[in-house]
């Protein structure tokens, strides 16, 4: 038999192949092209967190405006009170004439008597905040200006705020006469009247 001679021990050298492998992954890398549908990512964020937020804008609601005047003011007897809610003069109820009594029995008996006429009033305000979704957020408004919003009696102005309390309108501001200036400002209210 004769002897084969035993051969060197040979190694493949992968260098060159790896740096073959890179260079076609970047190659196909830079020339590959993704449609801008596939790009893009839709998502649902909220805008009013994170880096740059977008400022929330709150809805905006109207107040729901009630007028009260005193007319024929000059004969006690023959004056009323004209409740208007909002503009519209079609939203406007005049109460019976007269004013609230002090004794309670005669106060009693001018509820009653009055009652229908701050139904019509609730029915009105409750379609305007019913228009606005009855949205909590609503506020209220009680304006009896002068010069005749001034002889306004006190039992007509808190049963309007009676009726935005019982709506659930928890908001109510007034608009009114301006405070009685003192004799010190040109006025002629003195500090013996606020002790009294």
Not at 36 to 50: E, H, N, W
Not at 65 to 91: H, P, Q, W, Y
């Amino acid at each position: 038999m004769t002897d084969i001679p035993e051969g060197e021990e040979t190694e493949m050298n992968m260098t060159p192949m790896i740096d073959i492998v890179f260079q076609l992954i970047i190659f196909f890398l830079i020339t590959l092209k993704f449609k801008t549908i596939d790009r893009r990512i839709d998502s649902q964020l909220p805008k009013d967190r994170g880096l740059a937020p977008t400022p929330a804008k709150p809805p905006e609601f109207e107040k729901i405006k009630v007028k009260l005047f005193r007319k024929n003011k000059g004969v006690e007897a023959e004056a009323f009170t004209r409740i208007r809610v909002g503009n519209n003069k079609s939203d406007t109820v005049d109460l019976p004439k007269g004013s609230w009594p002090g004794e309670a029995t005669a106060e009693y008996k001018k509820l009653d008597e009055v009652a229908p006429y701050f139904g019509k009033i609730t029915n009105i305000i409750k379609k305007k905040w019913a228009a606005q979704g009855n949205n909590p957020e609503v506020t209220g408004e009680i304006a009896a200006m002068p010069p005749d919003g001034g002889a306004v009696p006190h039992g007509d102005i808190m049963r309007v705020l009676d009726i935005f309390i019982q709506l659930g309108i928890g908001k109510v501001v007034f608009e009114g006469a301006a405070p009685p200036l003192m004799a010190s400002e040109g006025g002629t209210m003195t500090g013996s009247a606020l002790t009294r």
